[in-house]
């Protein structure tokens, strides 16, 4: 049995408390005072199912991209934790974790994932997702959606067409970013988001898998150079 604290500060403020199949979830509608309530929402998330922060066993925290102020508010939280408790620490990325979340609620297993950015880029992911987890295909970019880098539309092994489908909110205008990935995917669905509950789920599922770390975790802004004004 793991009991596990997850952390989601990207977009709103949210954690989550998981201990074998009870979740016990707290949040806010914003995360512009993430950082005056993401501890006071652990402390009532712990309350609610009946544990003292002496009893988690790892950290589970969204390291982005998202919002940049609320990504550096969540990961201190949990870094913070994590040092004064002695807990390893997993870092899960947005897109992967709605990637996964999508995955629950679709029988497809390969995802390509794509949400605004700012200055019209798009975040793009390509995910294999999995009852033990997921796998990035390639890599998590940020660009105008005719920069991006193509996913290679095969299997794992290299041998045979796949079937991809899509999630986010890029995908509800999707021409450009179809045609420049020459790929028309099985499914589309813009509005899926996933939630704390799921965060909670996937991970468990990593911290069983060993994904958990000990060094020191930075936000995923995906851009190299951060020169938005």
Known sequence: MTVLLAIDTSVACAVGVAQEQQLSCRSSLSARHAAQEVLA???EALADAELHLSQLEAIAVVTGPG????????IAAAQGLSAALQLPVI???SLALQA????????????LVAQPARDEEVYFAAY?????????????????????????????????PIDWAAVGEVWSQPDALLNHLDVEPALVTSSHESSIEDLCRLGTLLRKSGADSTELILPNYVKEQMDYN
């Open 91 to 93: 870092p899960i990325s």
């Open 41 to 43: 929402l652990v402390d």
């Open 67 to 74: 919002s940049f102020t609320g990504l550096r508010i969540g």
């Open 128 to 160: 294999q997702t999995s009852d033990s987890g997921y796998r990035l295909l390639g890599k998590e970019q940020v660009g105008h959606p005719s920069t991006l880098e193509r996913v290679p539309l095969m299997d794992s092994d290299g041998n045979e």
């Open 100 to 111: 996964w979340s999508a995955s629950r609620n679709h029988a497809y297993e390969y995802w």
